[in-house]
Nanobody, 115 residues
């Protein structure tokens, strides 16, 4: 059973920073592609950042230079460091694991950027 649990969301002022973490259960972590997605009210879920098992990373254009995805195989965690946050970054952020053609999702964590 694959389980993903996100943490680290909250309320932050524009220009501030937050670090999201996703703790994964199971022994799949080192061979999965992990990603962070977000969904704002009334919008479709979108890819924010992704990291492969080989530590290759990719980012949405809207977050390049501001967000950094990283993984720790020893701890089975994937993190998203978010800097220079903007109001348009407000969304529920989801962790996703892709393994053998199957996607697994966490329950999401709310990030609100507001003054």
């Amino acid at each position: 059973q694959v389980q993903l649990v996100e943490s680290g969301g909250g309320l932050v002022q524009p220009g501030g920073s937050l670090r999201l973490s996703c703790a994964a259960s199971g022994s799949f972590f080192s061979i999965a592609t992990m990603g962070w997605y977000r969904q704002a009210p009334g919008k479709q879920r979108e890819l924010v950042a992704v990291i492969s098992s080989g530590r290759n990373t990719g980012y949405a254009d809207s977050v390049k230079g501001r967000f950094t995805i990283s993984s720790d195989n020893a701890k089975n965690t994937v993190s998203l460091q978010m800097n220079s946050l903007k109001p348009e970054d407000t969304a529920v952020y989801f962790c996703r694991a892709s393994l053998g053609g199957t996607a697994y999702w966490g329950q999401g964590t709310q990030v609100t950027v507001s003054s």
